[in-house]
C-alpha cells in the first residue's frame, strides 16, 4: 500500500500518515527508503504470509484425512463453546419406566371379521360379519367348507381329518376379495390330510367336537391354540373315522344334544352329560357298532 501511494500520489506524505496513523517523522523515514526496498519488504511479507497459510492447509488437509483428528477438533470446539457459553440444563431428563414396545396384535384396529376355509384348504377372511360365505367365488369345483366369525385380534383354528388343531393370526389371513391362499402355506401338516373345521373366539369359549366313530367332548378355545407351525394334537380320532365340523356351545342357549348317524338313526340327551376336556379321545355320543362302522354301513354324521 505504501509502495501504491508514492506512485499514485503528488503528495504521499500526508497520505500515509492518514492511513497509516503515522508521525511526519516516521512518514519523512518510510520516504526517504527506495522504493526496491520497499518492494522486498512487501515481498518479504507476502512469502512470510503464504508460508503461514500453507502450514494451515497442511493442517487443514491432516484433519479431513482422518476421522479420529476431525472428532478430536469438534469436541475441542465444542467444549470450548460449552466454557465459553453453556451453562446448567434447565429441564431434567428422567427415565421411564413404563416404556414398552407396543405388539403388532396392539396397534390394530379392532374390527370384526368371517372366516371362510374352502373344502380344498384354502383361506382368507373377509371383513365384517355380513357376507354370506356361500356367495364368494371359489377355483374350479372347489367350495365352502366351514366359516366362523369373530375380530381380527383373535386366533383363527383349523382342525383337520387326524383331530390336529393349527392356530393362524386373525389379522394375517389374506383378504376375501381374492380366492385366498392354501392352509398348507402357512402350516405344516401331514400330506393328504384333510381340513375340516375353522373357529375363532375367546380363550373360554367352548366348543363340541365330535368324530364320525361316535366320540365327542366339550373344550375351551384355549386348548385348541398352538403357537407351533406344527399345531397341536388336539382330538384322538379312531381308524378310519373323521373329525365333524366343530360347533360353538352357549350353555345359556343350549341344553340338549342331537346326534344323528348316517341311517337315520337319532339320540338326544342333556348338554351337561358330555365332559368338558383339554384334549383326548372324549365319550361315546352315539353308539356306532364297530362292525358297521368299519363296513362302512353307518357313521356319526352330525350333531347339534
Known amino acids: 500500500m505504501v509502495i501504491k501511494i508514492i506512485r499514485e500520489s503528488d503528495e504521499p506524505k500526508p497520505e500515509i500518515i492518514k492511513y497509516f496513523k503515522i508521525s511526519e517523522i516516521q512518514a519523512n523515514a ?10 522486498k519488504l512487501e515481498q518479504i511479507k507476502l512469502e512470510e504470509e503464504k508460508s503461514m497459510l500453507v502450514d494451515e492447509q497442511k493442517e487443514i488437509e491432516k484433519i479431513l484425512g482422518s476421522s479420529s483428528r476431525l472428532k478430536t477438533l469438534i469436541k475441542k470446539e465444542l467444549l470450548e463453546i460449552k466454557a465459553e457459553y453453556g451453562d446448567d440444563r434447565n429441564s431434567p431428563i428422567e427415565a421411564s419406566s413404563s416404556a414398552k414396545v407396543f405388539s403388532e396384535e396392539e396397534t390394530l384396529v379392532t374390527e370384526p371379521i368371517t372366516v371362510i376355509l374352502s373344502s380344498a384348504g384354502w383361506i382368507r377372511s373377509a371383513k365384517g360379519h355380513e357376507i354370506d360365505p356361500t ?18 385380534n383373535q386366533n ?12 393362524i393370526a386373525g389379522h394375517t389371513l389374506p383378504s376375501a376379495r381374492g380366492l385366498g391362499d392354501p392352509i398348507t402355506g402357512r402350516v405344516s401338516a401331514d400330506s393328504g390330510v384333510k381340513f375340516i373345521s375353522t373357529l375363532i373366539g375367546n380363550d373360554e369359549d367352548k366348543y363340541m367336537i365330535m368324530n364320525t366313530a361316535g366320540y365327542g367332548y366339550i373344550s375351551e378355545f384355549k386348548n385348541m ?6 399345531g397341536r394334537a388336539f382330538m384322538k380320532i379312531p381308524n378310519d373315522a373323521e373329525l365333524l365340523r366343530a360347533i360353538h356351545v352357549r350353555e345359556d342357549d343350549h341344553r340338549f344334544i342331537v346326534a344323528a348317524s348316517n341311517i337315520g338313526r337319532l339320540l338326544i340327551f342333556p348338554l351337561s352329560e358330555l365332559p368338558i376336556l383339554p384334549k383326548g379321545k372324549g365319550n361315546k355320543v352315539v353308539n356306532i357298532p364297530k362292525v358297521k362302522f368299519e363296513s362302512g354301513e353307518e357313521s356319526h354324521s352330525s350333531s347339534s
Open 135 to 152: 356367495s364368494l367365488n371359489y377355483r374350479g369345483d372347489d367350495s365352502l367348507q366351514d366359516f366362523c366369525r369373530g375380530r381380527n
Open 30 to 39: 518510510i520516504l526517504e527508503i527506495k522504493l526496491r526496498q520497499l518492494a
Open 156 to 167: 383363527a383354528v383349523f382342525l383337520d381329518s387326524q383331530g390336529k388343531a393349527y392356530s
Open 225 to 230: 391354540v398352538s403357537n407351533k407351525k406344527s
